[in-house]
């Protein structure tokens, strides 16, 4: 073997893992932005998991992107489900996972390729986010703690602990270290990866990233955040509200602050977080409940009646079945 071949085996290669549902004219300004990207420095796989979008798209995305490797899975299985559906069909050394509606850049991906090469402890890395307005997305993420689980708690020890909050989050810094950074952007090495057995699918959708940091943190690795380099991240959508869709995603939510809590609170504490997050949560979808009802014909108001409705269904199937974890969540049934 001669050296020009050596060479080129010791590029590493990065695989880009994509879950998808139903967001495809994101999805075309992500692939496109992948697709111009070429570096000396590393060798660019890009794998996407349809999350059975099931409209027709995905035949016409794998006729127009003939080098990305499309899978389709097999249900609507949730966001670290198809995470880990694209590494196990993933041949990098490193992976980033990238939100459909995120725009690459080169050299955020360099930067964070360097990080991850150069510091064997660093088990997650991400950079800047910022709006296509060039806005920076917060970059201050706090684990989930008993002082912090609600907004009023929350903004209280924020005050009560700004001076540590500005040590870490100093905005003269290059590299921060946060708690967590968000699942939109994540780079990892396929060690770590494998160290903490990828995403946990008890989260159907959100806190997932939030548990994948802290896994790593655990494992004594470092969650860092690079602010060398930037990648946009379009967050958002539609303006008008799809009342059913956004009574899904908003019940998810509360249902995977549950999964957390009861994932990596001990003791006392996690049952008084448990009691307190069911007592607030009940109570306040149960007020807003009943102004939902009054006011129904209000596309913000109905969302408020079919929230609790759903929370209701959630607590009840808790009960019954002792579980925490989302029906949608493939683990649900094990």
């Not at 008008?240 to 995977?256: A, F, G, M, Y």
């Not at 999964?259 to 949560?281: D, E, Q, R, W």
Request: hydrophobic share 40%.
């Amino acid at each position: 073997m001669n050296l020009q071949q050596q060479e080129v085996i010791a590029v590493p290669k990065i695989s880009v893992v994509i879950v998808n549902y139903r967001s495809w004219k994101h999805l075309t300004n992500c692939l496109n932005s992948l697709n111009v990207i070429v570096s000396e420095k590393f060798n660019l796989e890009v794998v996407v998991v349809d999350n059975c979008s099931n409209d027709g798209f995905l035949e016409k995305f794998k006729q127009k992107y003939k080098a990305v490797k499309f899978i389709e899975n097999s249900g609507n299985n949730g966001f670290a489900n198809g995470c880990n559906v694209g590494a196990k069909n993933a041949n990098g050394d490193y992976l980033l996972f990238l939100n459909p509606d995120t725009i690459a850049a080169k050299d955020a991906l360099l930067e964070m390729l360097y990080l991850s090469k150069t510091n064997e402890d660093y088990g997650i890395i991400s950079c800047s986010q910022v709006n296509p307005k060039g806005k920076r997305e917060n970059e201050i993420r706090l684990f989930p703690k008993l002082q912090t689980l609600f907004g009023l708690s929350r903004a209280i020890f924020k005050r009560t602990h700004k001076k540590e909050i500005h040590k870490i989050y100093d905005v003269n810094k290059k590299v921060i270290f946060p708690d967590w950074v968000s699942g939109s952007v994540i780079f990892m090495s396929k060690f770590w990866f494998n160290q903490v057995n990828g995403w946990d699918e008890n989260f159907w959708m959100y806190f997932e990233d939030v548990d994948l940091c802290k896994r790593v943190q655990e494992k004594k690795g470092k969650v860092v955040l690079s602010r060398n380099a930037k990648i946009i991240h379009n967050h958002g959508g539609a303006s008008r509200l799809n009342v059913k869709t956004t009574s899904i995603t908003k019940t998810e939510v509360i249902i995977s602050k549950h999964v957390y809590i009861n994932t990596h609170f001990n003791g006392l504490n996690k049952f008084i977080a448990l009691i307190l997050l069911v007592l607030n949560t009940f109570l306040t979808k149960f007020v807003l409940g009943i102004f939902g009802l009054v006011f129904y014909p209000i596309p913000k108001m109905r969302l408020q009646l079919f929230l609790f409705l759903k929370i209701l269904s959630y607590y009840a199937n808790a009960i019954f079945h002792s579980t925490w974890i989302s029906k949608k969540s493939l683990n649900y049934s094990k």
